[in-house]
C-alpha cells in the first residue's frame, strides 16, 4: 500500500496570506496525485487532480504542484471560506488519502 | 447539477448488518464507476470499494473484503453497500463517491454525497 504523508498537521494562516500544504508519498505516483477541501458536516470537494489541475470551478488561488513523490497544494490570497481540512490523494495504485492538514485561522 | 444523496445509517450492534444506499441524480449513472469512501470519527478518509459502471467488476480494500458487498441498480440510479459482520471500528461516516472517468475507473472522486453515519456499538 502506498502511505500518504502530510505535513504539517496544523497550518495557522491569517486571511490574505499564502498557505503552503505538502504531501508526500512513499513510492512514486508519478503525476496521479489529488488534492481535496473538507469543512466539517460537508463533503470533500475535489480541488485539484493530475497534481497540478484545477477541477471545475475551482478559483485560480488554489495552485498544485509536484510529481513523483513529493507534492504540494499552494492557497494564495486566503479567504476566510478556505478555512478548512485539506486532504492528498494517490490514485496511482487503488486509492490512499493523507491524514489531512488542517489551515485554521 | 450531481447529487449524491446517502442513506440507511444508523446505530447497530457488533456483528450485525445494514444495507446503505446512495440515490444519484444529474449525471449518467449507468456510465460511471461508482466508489464507497469512509472516513472514522476523528479520523482521515479511507477508500472502502468500487463498482465498475457496468457493474461487472467490484473490488474492496482489505479491511472489508469478504464482509462489504457493494452493488448498483442502473434502473434506479441507486448505490448500494451491505455492510455485514459490523465491528466498532467500522463505526464511520461513508460517502459514496462519483469516479470522473467513463469507462475504466481512475480511483478519484469528483463529486461525494453528504454522507451516512454507521455506529456499531453494543
Known amino acids: 500500500e502506498i502511505v500518504m504523508t502530510q505535513s504539517p498537521a496544523t497550518l495557522s494562516v491569517s486571511p490574505g496570506e499564502r498557505a503552503t500544504l505538502s504531501c508526500r508519498a512513499s513510492q512514486s505516483v508519478s503525476s496521479n496525485l489529488v488534492w481535496y477541501q473538507k469543512k466539517r458536516g460537508q463533503a470533500p470537494r475535489l480541488l485539484i487532480y493530475g497534481a497540478s489541475t484545477r477541477a471545475t470551478g475551482i478559483p485560480a488561488r488554489f495552485s498544485g504542484s509536484g510529481s513523483g513523490t513529493e507534492f504540494t497544494l499552494t492557497i494564495s490570497n486566503l479567504q476566510s471560506e478556505d478555512f478548512a481540512v485539506y486532504y492528498c490523494q494517490q490514485y496511482h495504485s487503488w486509492a490512499t488519502f493523507g491524514q489531512g492538514t488542517m489551515v485554521e485561522i | 447539477q450531481v447529487l449524491l444523496v446517502e442513506s440507511g445509517g444508523g446505530v447497530v450492534q457488533p456483528g450485525k448488518s445494514l444495507r446503505l444506499s446512495c440515490a444519484a441524480s444529474g449525471f449518467t449513472f449507468s456510465g460511471s464507476a461508482m466508489h464507497w469512501v469512509r472516513q472514522a470519527p476523528g479520523k482521515g478518509l479511507e477508500w472502502v470499494a468500487v463498482?465498475?459502471?457496468?457493474?461487472?467488476?467490484?473490488y474492496y480494500s482489505d479491511s472489508v473484503k469478504g464482509r462489504f458487498t457493494i452493488s448498483r441498480d442502473d434502473s434506479k440510479n441507486t448505490l448500494y453497500l451491505q455492510v455485514s459482520s459490523l465491528r466498532p471500528e467500522d463505526t464511520a461516516v461513508y460517502y459514496c463517491?462519483?469516479?470522473?472517468?467513463?469507462?475504466?475507473?481512475?480511483?478519484?472522486?469528483?463529486?461525494w454525497g453528504q454522507g451516512t453515519l454507521v455506529s456499531v456499538s453494543s
Open positions: 463517491a462519483k469516479d470522473p472517468a467513463r469507462a475504466a475507473a481512475v480511483y478519484f472522486f469528483d463529486n
Open positions: 463498482i465498475s459502471y457496468d457493474g461487472n467488476h467490484t
